[in-house]
């Protein structure tokens, strides 16, 4: 705690419960919307288990309160007979009516409630308060893990909001699952990257149409808080999970010239990012994802698998399940790159086919190179050869990413209704002279706002 807060307790008889309410500030009778939590009363605090994230919530929210500037306060609510007003069983409405007569009594008309529950909200409109817009007390960060289930439940459930607001200007959101990772390059320091981390900071600065969500996992470390801080600084909402014992991901460069050496990079592959389908199941819950809305796979979710079919599949389904769009990026490391050789090469055409042709996708963006890893020979002047790839994915959009030309990054072929209507070579001239990390994923997301506008004129 920042500030000094005043501890009061009222006894509500009418609704059975005690309310222990923190101020700061002197909140009663304030003229202008005060800061205002309400915390249900939880067996965990005291036992400080791993079940729910209550005590998390109390300590964010009291750092709000106290460096906020303006009054605040913080309801406690406690039922004299938890029995009869176990929340479980939908009694929840004495115990936020109760919350709304304290403060009624303080004179306190209108509120910036930090809260997602429909029901609080309702309870306190009822009694005549204003209710303004809910925060999240964690700024753009959203945790995933077991302790996090009961917000996840209520959200899918439709009695909370997600902490993700819907906004006006980016009509639809895309969940972004890759590797969150730190990059250790020779020259420099080491900073943020990863497959999770470069595409979503495209959709922040390429696009005005889609809100990056990324998904992933770090580990309990210094790296691990360096990708958290950094996903917060650029205002990027995340899903994230904390791995108990693994160590954030890294990747060293270890040489810096000659990129065609397949060994310039080193990583530690038991790392934290392992593409939890329990947390993703979660992130799904919790973004309330619709079918406006898309999803950005990075195929480093099949080197984490161990290119193992059963376990893609059920990420592709879960994701598909979602509703919501699926681009799937084959990233050209994930097939090549000299640790991953030996699995890589046993994920030929036929699995490839058999995986996307039971969890079909959207869009499929990758480089020629890797296509030919898998066992399928093109070339992107000749729109015939791309037919197959469509085919045995699904796709209606296929992205090629040319890997030495600059100057003609992209080309782009589209299937409609089984058959080929559209392919055009982009030529985007690169904004910076020298490649840079994480440039090239820019180039692809200006292609993708193209397909994602066509697709909302489609539904419109
Ligand atoms: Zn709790």
Redesign the pocket.
């Known amino acids: 705690m920042t500030a000094d807060f005043v501890l009061e307790i009222y006894n509500d008889a009418e609704n059975g419960v005690d309310v222990v309410s923190l101020q700061k500030d002197n909140p009663a009778g304030s003229r202008d919307p005060v800061l205002c939590r309400i915390q249900l009363d939880?067996i965990?605090?005291i036992f400080h288990d791993d079940?729910?994230?209550?005590r998390e919530q109390i300590k964010a929210t009291l750092d709000l309160i106290g460096q906020c500037g303006k009054p605040g306060l913080l309801l406690y609510i406690r039922p004299r007979d938890p029995e009869r007003t176990d929340p479980k069983k939908g009694e929840e409405k004495k115990l936020y009516d109760a919350a709304a007569h304290v403060l009624t009594r303080l004179g306190i008309k209108s509120v910036d409630l930090l809260s997602l529950d429909y029901g609080k909200a309702e309870a306190l409109k009822d009694c005549g308060i204003t209710v303004a817009k809910s925060l999240w007390p964690d700024g753009t960060v959203v945790r995933l893990g077991r302790r996090y289930s009961r917000i996840a439940d209520k959200i899918d459930n439709g009695s909370a909001e997600s902490p993700v607001p819907q906004s006006d200007s980016k009509p639809c959101r895309v969940l972004i699952v890759g590797d969150l990772n730190i990059d250790k390059l020779r020259t420099r320091s080491p900073a943020v990257g990863g497959s999770g981390f470069f595409p979503a900071v495209a959709f922040q600065k390429e696009t005005e149409i889609c809100e990056p969500v990324v998904f992933g996992k770090i580990g309990d470390d210094e790296h691990g808080r360096m990708i958290e801080n950094q996903l917060r600084s650029n205002k990027i909402w995340s899903t994230l999970g904390t791995h108990p014992t693994k160590k954030s991901g890294y990747v060293k460069f270890v040489k810096s010239t000659g990129s065609e050496n397949l060994h310039d990079y080193e990583w530690d592959t038991n790392n934290a990012n392992d593409y939890d389908p329990k947390n993703l199941e979660q992130a799904i819950k919790l973004l309330v994802l619709g079918d406006q809305d898309y999803v950005y796979l990075s195929s480093y979710m099949f080197v984490q698998k161990n290119y193992n079919l059963e376990k893609i599949a059920q990420i592709l389904q879960l994701l598909s399940g979602s509703g919501a769009r699926v681009i799937l990026d084959l990233t050209r490391m994930t097939f090549e790159a000299g640790v991953q050789r030996e699995a890589s090469t046993t994920f030929d055409k036929e699995a490839f086919s058999n995986l996307l042709g039971k969890n079909p996708v959207h869009c499929v963006i990758c480089q020629k190179e890797v296509l030919e890893t898998i066992g399928y020979k093109v070339n992107a002047e000749d729109k015939k050869t791309l037919e197959p790839v469509h085919k045995a994915t699904g796709a209606s959009w296929l992205i090629l990413r040319y890997k030495h030309d600059m100057k003609r990054v992209l080309s782009v072929s589209q299937r409609y209704e089984n058959r080929m209507i559209n392919h055009t070579t982009l030529m985007l001239q690169a904004p910076i002279t020298k490649p840079k990390a994480g440039m090239s994923d820019r180039m692809v997301v200006r292609v993708l706002k193209g397909i994602i506008d066509m697709d909302r004129a489609n539904r419109l």
Do not use: E
């Open positions: 939880c965990h605090h079940d729910c994230d209550c």
